[in-house]
């Protein structure tokens, strides 16, 4: 199930971070800008890099249970959605 919440460093702080995750930064018209993945424990951490850097309204995150299915979803997201601030073959 996926968390949704503002592009706030005090609202990212308070999303959980036990599994890793796929996130997805969206600006206010729901436009995917940057989609990534962090590892368990670094959730809030990894998105707070991206404060300033990337424009966004939103940000929203889906749970795994292995960074490698992880993985998987980040790259067929990034396929499928092409945001903005994601570079090509990466």
């Known amino acids: 199930m996926a968390k949704k919440t503002n592009y706030r460093k005090g609202e990212i ?3 959980p971070d036990d599994k890793p995750v796929v996130y997805e930064i969206k600006t206010e018209g729901g436009k995917s800008n940057y989609v990534g993945i962090a590892k368990k424990g670094r959730v809030s951490e990894r998105i707070i890099e991206h404060l300033g850097e990337i424009p966004g309204a939103t ?9 490698e299915e992880a993985r998987k979803v980040e790259k067929k997201v990034i396929e499928k959605k092409k945001p903005k601030y994601n570079k090509l073959g990466k």
């Not at 940000?59 to 960074?67: H, L, Y």
Request: glycine share 0%.
């Open 13 to 15: 702080e308070k999303l």
């Open 59 to 67: 940000v929203e995150i889906n749970q795994f249970s292995s960074i």
